[in-house]
């Protein structure tokens, strides 16, 4: 085992004995044979209650980085900035070829023969419905970059066009506004996940392993992994699962403040932010105790619905014909330049900087979060087949993103164009104004403010609900049955961290933390995509799936052929 090589005597008699009905019942729980969960299972549920080292070094480390930050915020500030320069200046690129990567091994397995195969038993089917899967997936997920993001990073390509690719402020900078805001948000960000995802439920659901990420990478460390070394892989995803939540917080926070700061006139300070995360962070920790089924699934529905709501109200009042003509040509130009944007690397000093706010930022905080998401894809995804797999989280999520993102940051751009340019000059003075900035010049603007203020707390709660059970079953042996009081202290510390690095350096220490930590990740994504493919090849439950080729049709006479002749 991971943690405890003692023996449990009670593991059997306190492991998940139900009946095949109510095992049904049980969101997300692995592939069980007819004798019951695997040995590992079995064990993890049994030893919820007592979570063991993964748990404990992980408590301290984020303890006494907090601390860290607690008692010597511009000391903390000073070395994650001149660590992330370093990082940025001289590995940067990793990021932008392991994302790319994550691309090509999806299409791989998806639309190849492996995309029939099934993520659990071959009769397993969806939990879920796909329209309760799929507004799980957006909600808590990636659901406040919707808010944070939709105007705010369109709207500054569009005054300031990456590369020096447009003159500002014109027709081409509005497309290549749309090109690049489509590149951070669309399928290199959910081919991240999605490789997490169906790496973590193949490995549950098929395999009848725990949760964990160190049983994944067996393949190439073998049994290592029951060891210090596969602790060391657990406590790497706990650590960059948490900062890459932190800083969702911290633009939840942002965003909320903002809006209540328009709406209500409340003070936008960080006294008001920290209240906030502290209020959301109670919220959140109860929603996580109450399970996926009450808790993320009815939040996600409900932000699905407002956010369909807000999204046709702007294409209707807004400028509607603008917004259709660029998405289209936007993603023209998309797909037209994906592999030259994909590996678009800086050659100068200079240009290190524009890249640590934008594309390295969000490169490494999709792979801070991939743990995270990874666990909770699966949790979901039971009974689906790989390729509907990745159609789910790469296809549509993308597609989603791209329409939000141009309804809105088209609406900004179009009404900076023929105005003074106010939201893009908000935006550079406060990226969090810019979604409420936009809204103000429409009708309603009282009403749409409020749901968005609405849309980002739901989208708070559910993200950080889902990081909660995350963070504890990571630490209770890779249960999918964490234990109450485990995840109650997941849902305060994680509200903690964000507050104190909120405290230190604000928005700008958070993504910091996100990136330093995605770092030795990266190499975790590459060896666990090589395991994916090296494992479903040796698996012969998918020989079935295999072209016959000319070669097999010969070996098999000539085996056929030396049967018989031993017979006779």
């Given at each position: 085992m991971n943690d405890d090589s003692e023996q449990y005597p009670d593991a059997d008699r306190d492991g998940p004995r139900h009946s095949s009905s109510a095992r049904a019942q049980l969101p997300g729980h692995g592939m069980e044979s007819e004798?019951?969960?695997?040995?590992?299972?079995?064990?993890?549920?049994?030893m919820r209650h007592r979570p063991g080292r993964v748990f404990w070094i992980s408590i301290v480390g984020v303890a006494a980085f907090t601390l860290w930050g607690a008692l010597s915020p511009d000391g903390m500030a000073t070395a994650m900035t001149a660590a992330m320069d370093v990082v940025a200046a001289k590995v940067g690129w990793v990021y932008l070829v392991l994302t790319l990567g994550c691309i090509g091994l999806l299409l791989y397995l998806g639309f190849g023969r492996f995309g029939r195969v099934r993520l659990g038993a071959d009769d397993d089917r969806p939990?879920?419905?796909?329209?309760?899967?799929?507004?799980?997936?957006?909600?808590?997920?990636?659901?406040?970059?919707?808010?944070?993001?939709?105007?705010?990073?369109?709207?500054?390509?569009?005054?300031?066009?990456?590369?020096?690719?447009?003159?500002p402020g014109t027709t081409e900078a509005a497309v290549r506004a749309l090109q690049f805001s489509y590149f951070d948000w669309g399928p290199h960000a959910w081919a991240v996940f999605g490789v997490f995802g169906l790496a973590i439920a193949y490995s549950t659901h098929r395999r009848g392993n725990t949760g964990l990420i160190s049983p994944m990478l067996k393949p190439v460390f073998g049994k290592a992994m029951d060891g210090w070394l596969g602790n060391l892989i657990d406590i790497l995803a706990v650590i960059a699962t948490l900062f890459g939540t932190t800083t969702s917080l911290g633009l939840g926070a942002s965003q909320i403040t903002e809006g209540l700061n328009r709406v209500f006139g409340i003070p936008n300070e960080l006294f008001v932010q920290i209240i906030i995360i502290l209020g959301i962070t109670v919220v959140f920790t109860l929603s996580a105790l109450s399970g996926v089924n009450r808790g993320i699934k009815f939040l996600s529905q409900t932000t699905a619905v407002l956010s369909i709501f807000l999204g046709l109200f702007v294409l209707v009042v807004g400028p509607t014909g603008f917004i259709g003509n660029l998405f289209f040509r936007s993603t023209g130009e998309y797909l037209n330049d994906f592999f030259k944007t994909s590996l678009l690397t800086p050659l100068m000093a200079g240009d290190v900087e524009w890249y640590q706010y934008w594309t390295y930022f969000m490169m490494a905080w999709w792979l801070s979060w991939g743990a995270f998401v990874g666990v909770f894809l699966a949790k979901i995804s039971k009974g689906r087949t790989i390729r509907g797999f990745v159609l789910g989280v790469m296809g549509i999520p993308s597609l989603v993103f791209f329409i939000w993102f141009t309804i809105f940051g088209g609406t900004a751009i179009k009404i900076d164009m023929e105005g003074d340019g106010g939201i893009g000059k908000a935006a550079a003075a406060d990226v969090n104004s810019a979604f409420f900035e936009t809204l103000e010049h429409l009708p309603m603007a009282g009403l749409t403010s409020v749901i968005a203020i609405i849309l980002v707390v739901l989208y708070f709660v559910s993200g950080a609900d889902a990081n909660t059970f995350v963070l504890s079953m990571l630490t209770s042996r890779g249960t999918l049955e964490p234990s109450r009081w485990v995840l109650t202290v997941w849902g305060a510390l994680t509200g903690t961290t964000a507050m104190v690095l909120f405290f230190a350096g604000g928005l700008a220490a958070l993504q910091q933390a996100a990136m330093l930590s995605a770092l030795p990740f990266a190499v975790i994504v590459g060896i666990l995509g090589f395991c994916i493919v090296k494992t479903l090849h040796e698996d012969h439950d998918f020989d079935a799936y295999r072209k016959v080729r000319r070669k097999d049709l010969e070996e098999l006479e000539a085996r056929a052929e030396a049967t018989i002749k031993k017979e006779i």
């Open positions: 004798s019951g969960p695997t040995p590992e299972v079995a064990y993890a549920v049994a939990e879920f419905s796909t329209w309760a899967w799929l507004t799980m997936i957006l909600s808590a997920v990636m659901g406040i970059g919707l808010i944070s993001y939709g105007v705010a990073e369109p709207i500054s390509h569009f005054t300031t066009p990456p590369h020096g690719l447009a003159d």
